[in-house]
């Protein structure tokens, strides 16, 4: 996971600009919900500015960043406009099935279950990110762990951080903790990047939440990437080709560009890379012996 910066205004501009009219819409719905004191409505409105968080994201799933379809013949079907804070009602994570089938306990409590919801933030610009399916239905559902007290009847998200959110929200910089600087990856395997305290706890939930670290279509997804990281690092550093070294230098910049796929994971190779090359080079191996061994 990797932070896509834009700041709130710029948010508002670019909706705008994809569905004009569309925040007056969403605000005179939203007062309606304050009205009602629950989310309710026949049929709503978010898909009209899915696209621009689509956008924004380089179409990545903002959690597991997979790179989904672009826009470009119904591509935006593979992309579900998600929000962060559930609109309804909100249940305790992990619950005892998922506790249970995924061997989670921790020493720490998650918050207890939220009947009301955020439904005053079902129309808000800083509630959204697009995800792929796997990590938005199954996965986030409608869960929201938290570490401090649940916030309600509260319309700003800014305000609603005293609720210590464990899941990382990675548009703008609403969350003050940068995705980058609370989980890294050793190899393909997602880790804290602390080893104790409140950015541990974090990167432990969000993790486990998402199952970033058993999901195989992301080890191989990463595996992909460490596996040309290396080769262009590696040209990069020994190869004395001129041109060699400019193709390197070029495919280096792809792939630890925010816009191509796992870029967190390919940022930490890098970081690993000039640390300690002999091990870049170990776990280079091992990814590819990965593919090689999950190849039809
Ligand atoms: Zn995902």
């Known amino acids: 996971m990797i932070r896509h910066p834009v700041t709130l205004p710029e948010l508002r501009r670019r909706i705008e600009a994809e569905a004009p009219g569309w925040i007056r819409r969403a605000t005179r719905r939203t007062e309606k919900f304050r009205k009602a004191g629950k989310y309710g409505e026949a049929s709503n409105i978010w898909s009209e500015i899915k696209a621009v968080y689509m956008r924004l994201q380089s ?11 672009s826009e470009d013949f ?50 808000h610009p800083f509630n959204y990110a697009t995800a792929c399916k796997k990590c938005n239905s199954p996965l986030k559902s409608s869960f929201f762990p938290v570490a401090g007290p649940r916030g309600s009847g509260s319309d ?38 602390v080893p104790r305290g409140p950015r541990h706890r974090r990167a432990r939930v969000t993790i486990d939440f998402f199952e970033l ?48 796929a796992h870029t967190n994971c390919a940022r930490s190779f890098r970081e690993l890379y000039r640390r300690d090359p002999l091990r870049a080079e170990e776990i280079a191996d091992r990814a590819q012996a990965y593919l090689d061994s999950h190849s039809p």
Request: proline share 7%.
């Open 74 to 123: 119904g591509g935006a079907i593979e992309h579900d406009l998600e929000h962060y804070r559930p609109k309804g009602a909100v249940p305790a994570w992990p619950s005892a099935q998922i506790a249970s089938e995924r061997g989670i306990s921790y020493r720490f409590a998650t918050g207890d279950a939220f009947p009301d919801g955020y439904y005053l933030l079902a129309y």
């Open 59 to 69: 179409f990545k799933c903002a959690y597991c960043e997979r790179r989904l379809a």
């Open 156 to 193: 700003d998200p800014a305000a609603l951080q005293t609720e210590k959110p464990f899941l990382l929200y990675p548009i703008g910089d609403l969350d003050e903790d940068d995705p980058e600087e609370v989980l890294t990856f050793d190899g393909v395997i997602p880790v804290p990047k």
């Open 213 to 260: 670290d058993q999901r195989e279509e992301l080890w191989r997804g990463r595996a992909e990437v460490i596996v040309a990281l290396f080769i262009a690092l590696w040209v990069q550093q020994n190869n004395t080709d001129e041109k060699a070294r400019t193709v390197a230098d070029r495919a280096a910049t792809t792939l630890l560009s925010s816009a191509s």
